[in-house]
């Protein structure tokens, strides 16, 4: 190809480099940082138990099922649960429901000290705990889901195990690893608000730009092939 041809993709590749060239940067790093963190670290696994194994068998459940779904409307689930040392019936219905296993009544929600004893027997590290609070509504690490308990470990990655106000189960596992993947996610897929749209516009645009200037790149390419300097060097 001769100059006068690759001249319009000299111009094209360089102003889409100014365009590009921070994303691309944020891409091959978000990347290499992603791939890098174990998704077992980043979901903390190794740093706390969703769910601990049940000490209870069905003869510890003495309340009666009749009593307890006589007054429930279309119900839906039954299951055999626990709470630190005490058997729990979960009647899923309308809405769901916490019985004592052994006496059938309506189970108080939890308090905090009760929560701060679970989250402990959860928890897989020796730090102490940092911080107990109780929110409203939680933040966007936890879908901003609503009547919830957050426990703050002061370890080296800040673990903090979300708990159901209601129930006293452990909803959801965060740390400052999980914080670093969620950031460099936004940036790879463009979405800074919810993170979750692998679709919006904004990626589309900036994928399908890249794809000009990799085009771009590779005519350029053209201009002076490894094979046509091995033959001028021949001659």
Sequence with gaps: MNKTTLKPARKVHKYLGYLLALQIFAWLLGGLVMSAIPLDMVHGKHLAQRQLVNPFNTTDYTASLDKIIADIANLQKIEYTHFLDQPVIKVSADKTIYFDGKYGLPIPAPTEAQIS????????????????????????????????????????????????????????????????FDFFWMLHIMDYDERDDFN??????????????????????????PWRRRRIQRN
């Design 117 to 180: 004893q679970q989250a402990k027997a959860h928890y897989l590290g020796s730090a102490p705990q940092a911080s107990i609070e109780h929110l409203e509504e939680g933040p966007r690490e936890v879908q901003y889901r609503r009547h919830i308990w957050r426990v703050v470990y002061a370890d080296w990655v800040n673990t903090t195990i979300y708990l159901d106000a209601i129930s006293g189960q452990v909803i959801t596992v965060r740390s400052t690893l999980w914080r670093i």
């Design 200 to 225: 919006n516009p904004l990626l589309i645009s900036f994928s399908a730009t890249s794809v000009l200037f990799c085009i771009s790149g590779m005519i350029l390419l053209m201009q002076s092939p």
